[in-house]
């Protein structure tokens, strides 16, 4: 195949659903003078260092579940990475290094409660059906090194496409 492809697929599905969600939008920092958020497809792909604001990134990571024999339905492990910038003051130093860890973890459970579906809740996420996802454990933030106060959580879902 040479041509792009122009269907959804997981990921651009995932992406599209949430950049629909105000809330969403809300808890993600976006382009100056623009109002394109910082919610990417499977790689961080603008630096989020030394911005004060937070990015999110969506990417397939392999499966949870092995297939089902008995019809079409796949188990795609879906991840979900934030990334936090703290906020710095006019010489760039962190002001409240505190303050982007308590960002980062309100930035994911905003973005949790769209990925992170109870009971038999489908959908569509884009032009991607949907039947369930469930958060597979906790996320875990980690400090970047050499980030310069800048934090990395990350958290896998476990989704039903139908």
Same mark, same amino acid.
């Given at each position: 195949?040479?041509?792009?492809?122009?269907?959804?697929?997981?990921? @651009?599905?995932?992406? !599209?659903?949430?950049?629909?969600?105000?809330?969403?939008?809300? +808890?993600?920092? @976006?382009?100056?003078?623009?109002?394109?958020?910082?919610?990417?497809?499977?790689?961080?792909?603008? !630096? +989020?260092?030394?911005?004060?604001?937070?990015?999110?990134?969506?990417?397939?990571?392999?499966?949870?579940?092995?297939?089902?024999?008995?019809?079409?339905?796949?188990?795609?492990?879906?991840?979900?990475?934030?990334?936090?910038?703290?906020?710095?003051?006019?010489?760039?130093?962190?002001?409240?290094?505190?303050?982007?860890?308590?960002?980062?973890?309100?930035?994911?459970?905003?973005?949790?409660?769209?990925?992170?579906?109870?009971?038999?809740?489908?959908?569509?996420?884009?032009?991607?059906?949907?039947?369930?996802?469930?958060?597979?454990?906790?996320?875990?933030?980690?400090?970047? @090194?050499?980030?310069?106060?800048?934090?990395?959580?990350? +958290?896998?879902?476990?989704?039903?496409?139908?």
């Amino acid at each position: 195949m040479t041509g792009p492809v122009l269907t959804d697929d997981l990921v @651009a599905g995932a992406v !599209k659903m949430l950049a629909a969600q105000p809330d969403v939008l809300a +808890v993600l920092g @976006a382009y100056p003078a623009t109002a394109v958020p910082y919610l990417f497809q499977h790689t961080l792909w603008d !630096k +989020v260092e030394g911005t004060g604001s937070t990015a999110a990134v969506i990417a397939r990571r392999g499966g949870w579940a092995p297939p089902n024999p008995h019809n079409t339905m796949r188990f795609p492990r879906l991840s979900l990475e934030v990334w936090c910038d703290p906020q710095r003051n006019t010489s760039g130093q962190v002001t409240d290094p505190g303050e982007a860890y308590r960002r980062i973890q309100a930035a994911y459970e905003v973005i949790d409660a769209h990925l992170h579906t109870t009971g038999p809740r489908g959908g569509n996420w884009g032009g991607v059906r949907v039947l369930g996802s469930s958060r597979l454990a906790d996320p875990a933030a980690f400090p970047i @090194a050499d980030g310069d106060g800048l934090l990395w959580l990350q +958290v896998f879902y476990g989704v039903v496409e139908g």
